[in-house]
């Protein structure tokens, strides 16, 4: 399984990814913004999932799921966020998120949020 991680935060990519990676992910791709993502996305062809912050520098995690969303595919998008205000949450939801987990979150959270938004996750 192979999953875009978009935050412009190291430290928390590398919390994520290690928590990803006790789970059933064998391959976490990087990126520090949504321009970054949407680079490394490309077609979206051979991704599995995306997770992605919402508040970062050059593109944001809701354009940049406008932009995933723009291209036609269907791929789950999970957003991973600080933002909990209600009115946040439906513009994600609206422009094509299918998830929405708060930071800070735990390992069994994150696992719950996966198995909901990935078809016959591994390990489930």
Not at 21 to 29: A, C, F, G, P, T
Not at 75 to 84: A, D, K, L, Q, V
Not at 94 to 107: E, H, I, R, T
Request: glycine fraction near 8%; aromatic fraction near 4%.
């Amino acid at each position: 399984m192979k999953v875009l991680l978009v935050d412009d935060s190291g430290v928390m990519r590398k919390i994520i990814a290690r928590a990803l990676s006790s789970l059933w992910i064998d391959e976490v791709v990087e990126a520090g913004d949504g321009v970054e993502a949407l680079d490394a996305f490309g077609d979206g062809e051979g991704f599995d999932l995306v997770l992605t912050d919402w508040n970062m520098p050059n593109m944001n995690g809701l354009e940049l799921v406008q932009a995933i969303r723009a291209k036609g595919t269907k791929i789950p998008i999970m957003m991973i966020t600080t933002e909990t205000e209600k009115t946040q949450v439906v513009k994600a939801i609206q422009a094509g998120v299918n998830d929405y987990l708060v930071k800070p979150f735990d390992q069994d959270m994150l696992q719950m949020k996966l198995r909901r938004v990935l078809p016959n996750p591994q390990g489930a």
